[in-house]
């Protein structure tokens, strides 16, 4: 579900001219950290804290350990700490290890605030996405610098956090021996071991313990939804507010052992360990130069390594526990984008309904019956004025299959749209939610265009509003907006509700949108977000292809969700 290749280059604002004597410095329980001071935008950062131990040898498919030091002299906090292992070579600029469980803090300088006017800060912490399989928060995107700036142009300032998790095998492993453990989940272990890291120590860096924000987009979405779940809903105080961008606890599998159980044994088999009394034990002994290539190319096909029902951290799956109220009754902001189907619609695969049929039944793990498919394609049928990408009328782009713009539809509803409309009906029977309907086409970041000279181009319009476009406009970084005034200003006026809603638990504000809450209106309100020049933002009922999510959803625990 990742839609774009990720950039590979440097941080581009964090200079390496600043003296020692600027260095910022924060004490947390454990020492002393060295931050750096970027001037540009007057801000301090800390970059590449571990917030709990090494993942490697014993602690290998482990639960995060506390760190366990403590130290007199300042440690350097002023790179971005190594990704947790994956198979992209883009999350690599900053090395790759399973010494990877790191946070990043930015924060308006001290210099910025006197300390008679000072207060504790509203905290966002970023979760990137990547499938579950991939990513790391060090990538251009996730550039907290540019939003913290606009937080304080615009008299509300925050602390922007990101972190790193284990990601695919490394973090989501699953077998019969691993199985009641207390050993699955640890993505999800590791988020929440960062967070108690932040309740902890985020004082120390001027933020407010009792205001944290979890945020993310796509598997990082998933995760918000998934971490609001966690133990039926209890937070334990670790965080106050959610943002979720595209995805919900309910778009992947929850596979069990069945799924699990033949991939570990092919790992154990290929690293020599199937004849050990613990296939796990001796797992935690294989180096990880040895380990690491057969991680991910033990999959073949299907899903890789997502969340499981475990019993415990998530002790049920998450449609059952949305409908049972089990999750944190915090207030939510929540949206996807118009067209987040073609993220995942086959390429040159679907052209004629027997296809779409034999896919819907066998080719995506939806698990449906046949007369489900049989209503599934009556809801959906074959007509490009009613598929994705929205409002581009006959054409078909047929060159990525007759029926392209139809399953696009299908599949987008499937993992967004239809689980959104679930958790926005039962979310905001509790609290405040705000949901958001993306709908303006994002920059193709073209690198060899001069971006002073407003060149540049959309990215390709049989791709429309996809996964991940809204994601640029959020973090205000001009790289990625693109350089047109129409999306800057709307890049100005997320960022502005984004950080309302860490403030106030409301995205509303002087000079925004109006945004009413979901329950305002008895079908549900979304704010469609897009350009002046589109018509600006709007208030919608939320009854796009309602039909067609409903019964989705009905279906949806067929998709073991």
Not at 83 to 99: I, K, R, V, W
Not at 143 to 153: D, G
Not at 240 to 265: L, V
Not at 373 to 396: A, C, H, K, W
Request: glycine fraction near 10%; aromatic fraction near 12%; include cysteine.
């Amino acid at each position: 579900m990742r839609t774009i290749q990720l950039l590979q280059y440097a941080f581009s604002l964090l200079p390496h001219h600043s003296s020692a004597a600027a260095h910022p410095r924060a004490t947390v329980l454990n020492g002393t950290y060295a931050g750096r001071y970027l001037p540009e935008f007057n801000q301090d950062l800390f970059l590449g804290i571990p917030y709990a131990q090494s993942t490697s040898g014993a602690h290998r498919f482990l639960i995060p350990q506390s760190l366990n030091e403590s130290w007199y002299d300042d440690r350097p906090a002023q790179s971005y700490g190594p990704a947790c292992p994956d198979a992209d070579p883009d999350d690599t600029l900053y090395g790759m290890s399973e010494d990877c469980l790191s946070i990043n803090i930015v924060r308006p300088s001290r210099k910025e605030f006197p300390h008679a006017n000072r207060r504790r800060l509203p905290v966002m912490l970023w979760i990137h996405g990547g499938s579950y399989q991939v990513g790391t928060s060090s990538l251009a995107y996730y550039n907290l610098s540019y939003i913290v700036s606009h937080s304080v142009a615009i008299g509300k300032p925050i602390i922007g956090a990101s972190i790193n998790y284990r990601k695919g095998g490394w973090g989501n492993m699953y077998s019969l021996e691993l199985q009641g453990t207390g050993n699955t989940n640890l993505a999800l272990r590791d988020m929440r071991k960062a967070l108690a890291w932040v309740q902890e120590n985020i004082a120390s860096f001027g933020g407010d313990p009792s205001q944290v924000t979890i945020w993310g987009e796509s598997s990082g979405s998933f995760a918000v939804g998934q971490l609001l779940m966690t133990y039926g809903g209890q937070t334990d105080g670790l965080f106050h507010r959610s943002i979720q961008e595209s995805g919900s606890a309910a778009t992947a599998w929850y596979n069990g052992t069945e799924w699990y159980q033949p991939i570990y044994n092919k790992i154990a088999d290929q690293v020599n360990c199937s004849s050990a009394v613990s296939v796990l034990e001796c797992l935690r002994t294989v180096p990880y130069s040895t380990l690491y290539p057969l991680m991910n190319s033990s999959i073949v096909g299907g899903p890789g390594f997502y969340p499981v029902v475990d019993g415990d951290i998530m002790p049920g799956y998450p449609t059952d526990l949305l409908k049972a109220g089990r999750f944190a009754h915090v207030p939510h902001l929540y949206g996807s984008n118009s067209d987040e189907g073609t993220d995942n619609a086959p390429v040159d695969a679907i052209n004629t309904d027997a296809q779409l049929r034999e896919y819907l039944l066998h080719g995506g793990g939806f698990g449906y019956p046949s007369a489900t498919v049989d209503e599934i394609m009556q809801l959906y049928p074959d007509n490009p004025f009613l598929g994705i990408p929205l409002d581009t009328g006959s054409e078909r782009f047929a060159s990525r299959g007759w029926q392209y713009k139809r399953v696009a539809a299908i599949v987008g509803d499937i993992f967004y749209h239809g689980p959104r409309l679930e958790d926005a009906r039962h979310y905001s029977k509790y609290s405040p939610t705000y949901i958001y309907r993306f709908n303006t086409r994002p920059f193709a970041n073209n690198t060899n265009a001069t971006y002073t000279d407003l060149t540049g181009s959309l990215a390709p319009a049989y791709k429309g509003v996809q996964h991940f476009s809204e994601v640029p406009f959020v973090f205000g970084n001009p790289e990625f907006v693109g350089p047109w005034p129409a999306y800057q200003a709307l890049s100005r006026e997320m960022g502005s509700q984004w950080i309302h809603f860490a403030y106030d638990g409301d995205p509303n504000g002087n000079g925004l949108p109006k945004w009413p809450r979901y329950d305002d209106g008895p079908s549900g309100l979304n704010l469609v977000l897009q350009t002046e020049g589109m018509g600006g933002a709007y208030v919608e009922d939320d009854v796009y292809r309602v039909e067609g999510r409903e019964y989705l959803s009905k279906w949806a625990r067929r998709r073991h969700v």
